[in-house]
């Protein structure tokens, strides 16, 4: 048995859920590292008596847009402190939100200003995806591999959005960097033909109402692109993560990608478990407070996105929170006159993405403890290079643990949230089972529903090879067109 005093906190009596197992036991924290997870530990220099408690791994929200101009040109109504804050009071002790290049802009400034900017703020630790618009030759050769080796090992691409989109070739451009580099491409699949041609259309017959949002956003649309970015790292033979996933179609276009053996990975996210597109079509403008792309669909998709995280085919859950207020600001931009394509895209989630999942998964009986542990932060972890640092609990991760009182109810309201988006689409819902005490690093983050931690006491993680790359490169991408014609280039 440790002797009294030996480690910094103890979080005993407890019932520990990891991905694998669910057990009863005591952890033990030294340094900001769990150091013991054993029976009958002696009380640390601070205690915590977890019993009637779950002890979870603090969650990893790996798809989230802070202090980031987006797609449409909107700054999000977060920071980096109010994001982190917001995060944590949720469950969730790490983030991976996005430095975001926008055409011109010089990827090392881009990503220099994100640094700095969280560094100052961030309460929980950090990491960043890039969102990359800009493929020069400059970024393939020299920007991307450098990036790479700071520990910013994924990038998001874009396959709509005007201002952001890459076409093909430039897809396989970043497939091919991604590859050889040794790093993960994320893709927001949707054919931005199709959704401008359709909007087109509509706004001619003065169909504006935020509900013609999801009628633009076909589901065609988003399985066609699943699709096509599925075919072009089939070409290249790499891993491709699909984000946000929220239609029937995309998800079968998926599994039957993973049938073929093909390394592709998806996400999905609480607006396509928890809301449908007749959220849109809520009384005048109200509708535009669900307005994401791409947008919630109807009730077999809801169903198709709950198998997916069940069954595997989708690995994470994560709540792609984009942050903009109901007001000039985000969502209004033209008050009462704003049509759906003027509204900025995207909605909050960061704090209750892991409570929703908790209470209608977990504790509906939907969704084991130890599959809810993997889609909120161990799959995060392994697959965005992590892993074993973040995502469990295990002697030598680090001590980022929250902790669940499965019994407490709390009904949801935008004035208990710690964003600034000032509105929540879910309003009204009750839930069951909320994280009380959060620790980051061993330190109490939050308790009895204060902030316990400074503005800039979250670090940045330096990320390091994704795991679904690591077995790509053990697999030898034999199918790879590159290996097959290129080979002196490989
Ligand atoms: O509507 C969304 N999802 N907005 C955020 C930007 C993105 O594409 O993820
Ligand atoms: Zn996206
Ligand atoms: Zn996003």
Same mark, same amino acid.
């Given at each position: 048995m440790a002797a009294s005093g %030996? &480690?910094?906190l103890t979080i005993r009596n407890g019932r520990i859920s990891t991905a694998s197992d669910t057990f009863h036991a005591d952890i033990g924290i030294r340094n900001g590292v769990i150091a013991a997870v054993a029976q009958n530990l002696a009380p640390g220099r601070e205690d915590i008596d977890a019993s009637g408690r779950w002890v979870l791994p603090g969650g990893i929200d790996s798809h989230c847009h802070v202090e980031q101009l987006s797609g449409m040109g909107v700054m999000c109504a977060d920071d980096f402190y109010s994001a982190t804050v917001s995060a944590a009071f949720g469950g969730t002790t790490t983030i991976i939100p996005f430095a975001a290049q926008h055409r011109g802009n010089a990827i090392p400034e881009v990503v220099a200003d994100y640094h700095r900017r969280a560094a100052e703020k961030a309460v929980i630790d950090y990491g960043f995806h890039l969102i990359l618009s800009d493929p020069t030759e400059q970024a393939l050769r020299h920007d991307l591999p450098q990036l790479i080796r700071d520990g910013v090992s994924s990038f998001k691409v874009y396959m709509t959005y005007d201002r952001l989109k890459l076409d093909d070739y430039q897809l396989l451009d970043v497939l091919e960097v991604a590859d050889r580099e040794g790093a993960l491409v994320m893709v927001h699949a949707e054919n931005n033909d199709m959704i401008r041609w359709i909007a087109r259309r509509l706004v001619e017959r003065g169909m504006t109402a935020p509900k013609y949002h999801a009628v633009a956003h076909d589901p065609i649309a988003e399985s066609e692109a699943t699709h096509r970015a599925v075919a072009l790292a089939r070409l290249m033979d790499v891993p491709l993560l699909i984000v946000h996933v929220a239609g029937l179609e995309a998800v079968r276009v998926i599994h039957s990608s993973q049938s073929l053996g093909l390394p592709i990975l998806a996400e999905s996210c609480p607006q396509y478990l &928890?809301?449908?597109?007749? =959220? #849109? =079509?809520? =009384?005048? #403008? %109200? !509708?535009a407070k669900y307005c994401c792309s791409p947008p919630p669909r109807d009730a077999a998709s809801q169903q198709a996105v709950w198998d997916g995280l069940l069954d595997g085919t989708l690995q994470m859950y994560s709540s792609d929170h984009a942050p903009y207020r109901f007001d000039a600001s985000g969502k209004l931009p033209k008050g009462d006159q704003t049509t759906f394509k003027d509204m900025a895209n995207g909605v909050p989630g960061l704090e209750l993405r892991m409570p929703l999942l908790f209470s209608e998964g977990v504790l509906t009986g939907r969704m084991t403890i130890e599959r809810f542990v993997a889609v909120t932060s161990t799959n995060h972890a392994r697959t965005y290079g992590l892993h074993p640092r973040k995502g469990t609990i295990a002697v030598g991760a680090d001590a980022d643990v929250a902790i669940w009182n499965p019994e407490r109810e709390v009904r949801i309201s935008? !004035?208990? #949230?710690? =964003?600034?988006?000032?509105?929540?689409?879910? %309003? !009204?819902r009750t839930v069951r089972g909320w994280p009380e005490i959060v620790t980051s690093r061993g330190r109490v983050v939050v308790r009895d529903g204060d902030l316990r931690v400074e503005r800039g006491s979250g670090q940045f993680l330096k990320r390091g090879t994704p795991e679904p790359v690591l077995r790509q490169r053990l697999n030898g991408n034999p199918n790879s067109i590159m290996r097959k014609f290129f080979s002196q280039d490989a």
């Open positions: %030996e &480690f910094d &928890f809301l449908t597109q007749d =959220d #849109l =079509d809520r =009384d005048g #403008l %109200e !509708g935008a !004035g208990m #949230l710690h =964003d600034q988006v000032g509105y929540t689409p879910y %309003e !009204g």
